[in-house]
């Protein structure tokens, strides 16, 4: 079958980012069949199947960083950062979830305000499994 898959990387870090959204991650650098939308964020399955995703997330002393999952709009896998004590830290998440053709999956915030998020360090990625 056709491989899909897709990595991006924050292009530009993120100051107080309100609750409710989506990142977009706009240095794409692997895209295959073309899943992924930097414009938007969100991640539109080619093929019904079994998909995993990755997101990690740089933030400084004092964030806090609530970085959720989301497929059509329902949050999936709430990943937090809460009162950050140590100067740099990378908080990641993870989800595996079967999508029907159409389905999107994004990365968006929640809960909080994000103060900072670190563009270099910060990243997503998914990808079809295998025979799925």
Aim: glycine share 10%; with cysteine; aromatic share 14%.
């Amino acid at each position: 079958g056709k491989t899909i898959a897709f990595h991006a990387i924050l292009s530009t870090g993120l100051t107080n980012v309100s609750p409710n959204t989506i990142i977009k991650f706009g240095k794409v650098l692997v895209n295959e069949e073309s899943g992924y939308n930097p414009s938007t964020g969100k991640f539109t399955a080619p093929l019904d199947g079994v998909y995993s995703f990755s997101w990690t997330y740089c933030t400084n002393k004092g964030s806090n960083a609530y970085l959720g999952g989301y497929v059509d709009g329902k949050l999936m896998a709430r990943i937090s950062n809460y009162a950050q004590t140590n100067h740099w830290k990378n908080t990641s998440g993870h989800l595996v979830i079967r999508l029907k053709k159409g389905n999107q999956f994004w990365v968006q915030t929640f809960e909080h305000t994000a103060q900072l998020i670190h563009e270099e360090f910060t990243f997503l990625s998914g990808y079809k499994v295998s025979g799925c």
